[in-house]
């Protein structure tokens, strides 16, 4: 007897379990339909299951957070009636498969999750993440997913103004992209996803809907990548970003207008998600007529209609007597408005195919005015599907077994400083170590990346992409903002807690580093197989970590994503906690402090540095040792240096900053003289091994350039803040001095960290700058 076919539930990712509860749900077997949006909306994706239970334990309120977690975007108040939305998503599994539509759809996902809080998306960071750029594939993902980010980023016109890269084989065949957007808004502009108001209509705005898309972001991000993934292309969305531009514009004047209650992004899920949601964050219910929706393509059936993550369509609450006024702006701003449903008092979601009778009712806006008919229900037609709004939302939620690794403690115990240390004593020239840090892609010069980026759009970029953290200025006030994105998935690997706590710090340091206060954090948590025990404990460590940090430096977390299944041929990336950090600037007047050097400064450092090797670029990428300790996560301490280095960069106190971070003190030291094309010598600290104080990654350190009639303030207020602070040598000259490990030209450090991403990729490079 031949083999019985796959059941649907199986094929659509629902488990046994799951198709056994809905049919306790419902009571009775669900439809073809009902079943299809129960798989998409329980989808790992869209319904957390597996994560549901950790993310609680994040500290999420502050007086300055309007909006948190559960929302499209977190909102915080930054005064003078002014707001900022900030959200932060994956799209690793569509990039896996289609590099540049997946990166770009990605993009304009995200922006529409911004604007439909009422915010003008005003900055796009793209924290990214692939595999070693030495494979054929990793190089088309690579300039595949750049080109989709700036072309649709480019187009839709929100500048692209920083982001990070990293390169790992951990990502060779499952890269990451994460896309965070942030937008400003007149506080009383927000406005969230409800559907409130019986009769009420839902009104779909934008593209039609087509077969890409179909089970795209909600299948694609719910398992993992098998041979033959190149078969769900198919499900990766199209993006038009120039839609998107008149769909930014209708929607904020619609909210301007007061003409909608709520309005909410169409993105995984599609309208079964939108439709239902909105609805059920209210108690509301919510009937839909498939035969409104305007389609693509011909014969396509509610199934592929309710689950279709087609791009640009967002879903607007609107009461009937602003329905004219509704039609009439979008077709101002030539985007198609159908009516595609009503708000009941139901509680329940229903689905018709043919819903509403054509009693003087428009379908859409090329339609003539109707007046004030109502919608009636067609008494003749029978749902297809009929299910309670909130069941969709309301999936199941799974406590997977944690395991801790069983090879984690042999791990934690290959420190490799013992190893290095012996094979670099003091005294050995340290020059070649050094140029081969810096043409490590994960520390080369990224300018390849972003050049390709407007990071200039709207003329509010301070400091765009090369420095520690972005700064924008504030359109009509003396403040501004500072925005960066951090990951430390090596740090993670070898201990998801202190990684987690690294990731933090470093964002928060990188925002002190432009003299801002961090206010709010936004998290991608990119994870490998949950049904793998030791995923679920990196997960449940990597939470309790950065609920720990967070909580010590009073930064809310206002929003996240959960990235699951990020693996491939059944191996798991590195745990990947990726963090996007927003920092007020109470007054800025001027650009703050560079990290670059100029000549005739004292350099000095603040913080300790400690024989830190392990889970190190040098260590791992250099010399193929990955185990090892992580770097000490000291929270107080980093709390008195962020505060610290806010208050001098502030009062500009110091002529430039840069935190050390990858690479250690050397290759942060080389940065600021290859951003300034000055030199420097300086003398590394005694008592710590040369090799060690070079290359170790002991977090929570700033490096500083300070004139010398001011060295004196700096050691002074940095020992008031119990800050460790040192005056390690001088700037000036061609050189690249540190005394007893290496003396080099200045030029041939430049090239060698200029020229790596472009040799690989085998494109000019870039002019200097």
């Keep these: 007897m031949a083999p019985s076919a796959t059941p649907v539930h199986r094929q659509l990712g629902l488990t046994d379990d799951e198709l056994a509860e809905i049919v306790v749900l419902l009571a009775r077997e669900p439809s073809e339909l009902e079943l299809a949006m129960y798989a998409v909306?329980?989808?790992?994706?869209?319904?957390?299951?597996?994560?549901?239970?950790?993310?609680?334990?994040?500290?999420?309120?502050?007086?300055?957070?309007?909006?948190?977690?559960?929302?499209?975007?977190?909102?915080?108040?930054?005064?003078?009636?002014?707001?900022?939305?900030?959200?932060?998503?994956s799209h690793n599994h569509p990039s896996a498969v289609e590099p540049y539509q997946g990166a770009a759809t990605g993009v304009g996902g995200i922006?529409?999750?911004?604007?439909?809080?009422?915010?003008?998306?005003?900055?796009?960071?793209?924290?990214?993440?692939?595999?070693s750029l030495d494979d054929a594939r990793t190089r088309y993902l690579f300039e595949g997913v750049v080109s989709g980010i700036s072309g649709y980023g480019n187009a839709v016109g929100v500048p692209t103004v920083g982001g990070e890269v990293v390169f790992d084989d951990c990502y060779r065949d499952n890269p990451l992209v994460n896309v965070l957007c942030l937008g400003l808004l007149p506080k009383e502009r927000l406005v969230l996803a409800r559907a409130e108001g019986v009769d009420n209509l839902a009104v779909l705005l934008g593209s039609a809907t087509g077969r890409d898309g179909i089970?795209?972001?909600?299948?694609?991000?719910?398992?993992?990548?098998?041979?033959?993934?190149?078969?769900?292309?198919?499900?990766?969305?199209?993006?038009?970003?120039?839609?998107?531009?008149?769909?930014?514009?209708?929607?904020?004047?619609?909210?301007?207008?007061?003409?909608?209650?709520?309005?909410?992004?169409?993105?995984?899920?599609?309208?079964?998600?939108?439709?239902?949601?909105?609805?059920?964050?209210?108690?509301a219910g919510m009937d839909v007529d498939v035969a409104r929706v305007a389609n693509r393509e011909p014969g396509m059936n509610?199934?592929?209609?309710?689950?279709?993550?087609?791009?640009?369509?967002?879903?607007a609450i609107v009461e009937p007597p602003n329905l004219d006024a509704v039609l009439a702006l979008a077709a101002r701003?030539?985007?198609?408005?159908?009516?595609?449903?009503?708000?009941?008092?139901?509680?329940?979601?229903?689905?018709?195919?043919?819903?509403?009778?054509?009693?003087?009712?428009?379908?859409?806006?090329?339609?003539?005015?109707?007046?004030?008919?109502?919608?009636?229900?067609?008494?003749?037609?029978a749902p297809d599907a009929d299910i309670p709004c909130d069941s969709l939302g309301d999936g199941p939620v799974y406590r997977r077994p944690l395991a801790r690794p069983a090879t984690q403690d042999a791990l934690v115990a290959d420190d490799p400083a013992p190893l290095l240390l012996a094979r670099f004593p003091d005294g050995m020239d340290l020059s070649g170590e050094l140029l081969a840090l810096l043409a490590t892609p994960t520390i080369a010069d990224k300018s390849w990346v972003w050049r390709q980026y407007d990071h200039q759009l709207f003329l509010n970029t301070v400091v765009g992409p090369g420095g520690d953290a972005t700064v924008l200025r504030l359109p009509g006030t003396a403040r501004g903002l500072a925005l960066s994105t951090d990951g430390k998935a090596r740090f993670c690997r070898l201990d998801p807690r202190t990684g987690a706590r690294l990731v933090v710090l470093e964002a928060a340091r990188n925002v002190a580093c432009s003299g801002a206060e961090s206010r709010a954090l936004v998290n991608?948590?990119?994870?490998?197989?949950?049904?793998?025990?030791?995923?679920?404990?990196?997960?449940?460590?990597?939470?309790?970590?950065?609920?720990?940090?967070?909580?010590a430096l009073g930064i809310p977390v206002v929003g996240g994503n959960v990235s699951f299944y990020n693996e491939s041929r059944g191996t798991d990336i590195d745990p990947t906690p990726v963090v996007g950090v927003v920092g007020l600037i109470d007054e800025l007047t001027?650009?703050?402090?560079?990290?670059?050097f100029e000549p005739g400064h004292h350099v000095v450092?603040?913080?300790?540095?400690?024989?830190?090797?392990?889970?190190?670029?040098?260590?791992?990428?250099?010399?193929?040792?990955?185990?090892?300790?992580?770097?000490?996560?000291?929270?107080?301490?980093?709390?008195?240096?962020?505060?610290?280095?806010?208050?001098?960069?502030?009062?500009?106190?110091?002529?430039?900053?840069?935190?050390?971070?990858?690479?250690?003190?050397?290759?942060?030291?080389v940065e600021m003289a290859i951003a300034g094309s000055c030199g420097f010598a300086v003398a590394p600290e005694p008592g710590i091994p040369v090799a060690a104080w070079c290359f170790g990654e002991s977090t929570s350190r700033v490096v500083v350039s300070v004139d010398s009639g001011r060295l004196d303030e700096l050691l002074l207020r940095a020992r008031d803040a119990g800050v460790p602070a040192r005056d390690c040598g001088m700037t000036g000259g061609s050189r690249v001095v540190i005394d007893g490990a290496c003396d080099l030209a200045l030029d041939a450090a430049t090239a060698a960290w200029r020229d790596a991403i472009p040799s690989r990729v085998g494109a000019d490079v870039p002019p200097s700058s």
Aim: proline share 6%; glycine share 12%.
């Design 605 to 669: 450092t603040l913080g300790t540095t400690r024989v830190e090797l392990g889970g190190s670029e040098w260590a791992f990428t250099v010399h193929g040792l990955d185990g090892g300790p992580a770097p000490t996560a000291d929270l107080e301490a980093a709390r008195y240096l962020h505060d610290l280095v806010r208050d001098v960069v502030g009062d500009r106190l110091v002529a430039s900053v840069h935190d050390a971070s990858d690479g250690g003190l050397a290759v942060t030291l």
């Design 333 to 381: 701003w030539e985007v198609r408005a159908t009516v595609v449903g009503r708000v009941t008092d139901t509680g329940r979601f229903r689905v018709f195919d043919g819903l509403f009778d054509a009693i003087g009712v428009p379908g859409s806006n090329p339609d003539p005015p109707h007046g004030d008919a109502p919608i009636q229900v067609s008494s003749d037609r």
């Design 590 to 596: 001027a650009a703050p402090p560079g990290v670059a």
């Design 111 to 131: 922006i529409r999750d911004i604007f439909s809080m009422g915010a003008r998306p005003i900055a796009l960071m793209d924290p990214l993440r692939f595999g």
């Design 215 to 283: 089970g795209g972001a909600s299948v694609l991000a719910s398992a993992g990548f098998e041979d033959g993934s190149e078969t769900k292309r198919p499900s990766v969305q199209v993006g038009d970003p120039f839609e998107e531009k008149r769909l930014i514009e209708a929607c904020l004047e619609l909210l301007d207008a007061g003409l909608a209650i709520g309005v909410q992004d169409l993105g995984a899920a599609g309208l079964s998600c939108a439709a239902s949601e909105t609805a059920a964050k209210t108690g």
């Design 302 to 315: 509610p199934v592929e209609v309710l689950t279709s993550e087609s791009q640009e369509r967002m879903l």
């Design 41 to 89: 909306m329980w989808s790992e994706h869209c319904s957390y299951k597996s994560s549901k239970l950790y993310l609680g334990r994040f500290p999420t309120e502050a007086p300055w957070v309007m909006v948190g977690p559960g929302e499209g975007a977190g909102v915080i108040d930054i005064g003078d009636g002014l707001a900022i939305a900030v959200r932060i998503e």
């Design 524 to 551: 991608c948590l990119n994870f490998g197989n949950p049904e793998h025990p030791e995923v679920m404990w990196q997960f449940s460590e990597t939470v309790e970590g950065m609920s720990e940090a967070c909580r």
